[in-house]
């Protein structure tokens, strides 16, 4: 069910959800939602899967229950490949948002839109550098998560 939400277009999400929610921004975000789980869940389930059967066989030894083993071993190894997931979930997200300030959601997009249907290419540049400007700054900030 993840997977279907990267192979539809951005633009048909949200333009699904307009006649069931309406102009603004809760089709907006059902369309971030949509479109940014399946970098989440797929590489959570990645992470998840490179664990070190090693590792889990020693924790069962040590007498950790199923939920304590996810917690205290397999998360903290897997959270490198989960972040990374996050991390691109957010940059897609970031533009998926810029779309939605065509159904009336605001946001970064509005310059865009709006020096689009006035043909002001110095608009559409700034809503464009400050959209790509924010997708790097949040990217940058997950990285540092990384690194601690």
Same mark, same amino acid.
């Given at each position: 069910?993840? !997977? ?37 869940? !797929? ?5 998840? @899967?490179?664990?070190?059967? !090693? #590792? ?13 083993? %996810?917690?205290? +071993? ?6 490198? +490949? ?6 691109? *979930?957010? +940059? ?8 939605? #300030? ?12 709006? !020096?689009?249907?006035?043909?002001? *290419?110095?608009?559409? %540049?700034?809503?464009?550098?400050? *959209?790509?400007?924010?997708?790097? *700054?949040?990217?940058? +900030?997950?990285?540092?998560?990384? @690194?601690?």
């Amino acid at each position: 069910m993840a !997977g279907l939400g990267q192979t539809v277009p951005t633009f048909a999400i949200l333009a699904l959800a307009v006649p069931a929610l309406g102009f603004g921004w809760k089709p907006t975000l059902l369309g971030l939602v949509v479109y940014g789980l399946m970098p989440v869940l !797929g590489n959570g389930v990645a992470g998840l @899967r490179q664990v070190d059967p !090693g #590792a889990l066989d020693a924790a069962h030894g040590m007498g950790m229950t199923a939920w304590q083993r %996810l917690r205290r +071993v397999e998360l903290p190894l897997a959270w490198p +490949v989960l972040l990374a997931g996050i991390r691109t *979930s957010m +940059v897609y997200n970031v533009g998926t948002a810029t779309i939605g #300030a065509a159904l009336g959601a605001g946001g970064l997009g509005e310059p865009i839109i709006n !020096g689009l249907s006035e043909q002001n *290419s110095a608009l559409v %540049l700034v809503g464009a550098l400050l *959209s790509a400007l924010l997708a790097l *700054s949040l990217d940058a +900030v997950l990285g540092l998560l990384l @690194r601690k």
